[in-house]
């Protein structure tokens, strides 16, 4: 089945992946800053056969449109309108919102605006809590994309090595030859000015976590350089009915440093708030 055309509210083409039966219990995937899906790979692949699996490469990233000037990327209400367009376009009922980090804000502009009632549960994986100004010294380690400046150059050498070194000390241990060449490909087609809009608003989001009413699932490894841990712990306290699942020996990418405990956890989530939701 091909996937369906799904665009913005101010018509940027969003691309999209989905994946497992549809009518299965729905999982949405919202990768991090300058990512791009194929991340979720692994754990799409573990989990395609129970549920509903769709991906999307947010604005600006991977094979969506990438609209010149800040303005595209620093409004609430249009990253609430991308996450709302890829629900309403492929029929997702209840889904679970799974977001990576930066997804953490793009969840949050959606609640902000849309409200959790038709959302069956949040998932947060390494999951920021603040941008711009907002920021807190706690919430993030040394290998912050926050506080490395070659990140956004228009210097592509320069652009390349940071990027390079920023996904490397993404994760606790070493990926593999072949995902960490996959990692770094999908970090480049994002370009300079969509990496530097990103950060520019100032926004303190943990009041929408706070008044979220969904279920919550706050995954973040214990060794986490980029996020830190406090910040995961922070979230799951903020959020009315939350888990927090601390995962020693990991890093910011817990679905590819341990792919099988993610995708277990991830689904135990999402079928206890189906159970829950039968006995209602």
Known sequence: MSAPEITGRDGVRLATWAEGPEGAPALLFIHGWAQQSVCW???MARLKDRFRVVAMDLRGH???DKPEGEAPYTETSLWADDVKAVIEGYGLEKPVLVGWSYGSRV???YLSVHGDGALGGVVLAGGILTIGAAREDWMVGASSPGVQRDLYTGDLPRRLAATAKFVRECTAQPLDTQAYGELVGANML????VRRALFSPTWDFRPVYAAMTCPGLVIHG???EVVSAA?????AALMQDARYLPYEGTGHAPFLENPDRFAADVADFTETRARRKEAV
Do not use: F, L, M
Request: with cysteine.
């Open 41 to 43: 790979r692994p754990v």
């Open 62 to 64: 991977g094979a969506s």
């Open 107 to 109: 969840i949050a502009s």
């Open 190 to 193: 994002c370009p300079p000015h």
């Open 222 to 224: 214990v060794q986490d």
């Open 231 to 235: 910040t995961g712990e922070a979230a």
